[in-house]
């Protein structure tokens, strides 16, 4: 697997233990936390499309992007330790991911200096990404979460362009990074391909 923020993802795991406790004694549900990550994105996503001038939701995101990675790393935690692991929690797990990614990411293409053309190409990438990596199953390979720029690291890259907006840097800064992102999705897509073909290749005799 490339190098993704995705590998320190039992560490993260580790501090939310506490978080995991206090909802299973409150009887939360693994697919009640993937619906509520994505009810949050949705929200905040309106936000940021009806008021993109607005630098305090701007500089709010990235703690709404760490909030949203702590929720959906919860619902598969909760899912392994009540044996709640059900095939609806695996679709809406996929399906939520990518509304959820949709809702935050497309705004800032109405952010002042941002680039419209490229915001919605990087945000397709990324789909594209997730595609590749859901691919993989289907030749009888794992799940696919190779990087660079998988889930996780699309969550600091977008996270560190808003608070680049919200600094008022310029807008060859937060373009750059958004080109750089997009490269590094195409990366992604290639090594998420290339796992899931090797069950394809044919063994040596």
């Known amino acids: 697997m ?7 993802k039992p560490r993260f795991q580790q501090l ?6 206090a909802l299973g004694r409150m009887g939360v549900t693994p697919n009640q936390l993937t619906l509520g990550a994505m009810a949050l994105s949705l929200v905040y996503g309106a936000a940021l499309a009806i008021a993109p001038a607005s630098m305090a939701l701007w500089y ?18 909760l899912a392994t330790t009540t044996g709640r692991q059900t095939a609806l929690g695996a679709l809406l797990n996929e399906l939520c991911d990518q509304v959820s990614d949709a809702a935050l990411y ?10 419209a053309p490229l915001v919605v190409i990087v945000v397709v990438a990324a789909l594209l990404a997730e595609f590749a990596g859901v691919l993989a199953q289907a030749t009888g390979a794992a799940r696919a979460y190779d990087g660079p720029m998988g889930k996780s690291d699309r969550a600091v890259a977008f996270g560190l362009a808003a608070l680049l907006l919200a600094a008022g840097a310029a807008p060859a800064w937060f373009n750059g990074l958004l080109l750089l ?22 063994r040596t005799p």
């Open 2 to 8: 490339s190098y993704s923020i995705y590998q320190l």
């Open 16 to 21: 939310l233990r506490p978080a995991l406790a």
């Open 60 to 77: 709010a995101l990235p703690l709404v992007l760490l909030l949203r990675m702590a929720l959906n790393a919860l619902d598969g935690m």
């Open 106 to 115: 497309l705004p800032f293409a109405l952010a002042a200096g941002a680039s």
């Open 181 to 202: 992102v997009l490269l590094l999705s195409l990366l992604t897509i290639f090594n998420r391909l290339r796992r899931a073909l090797r069950p394809c290749a044919p």
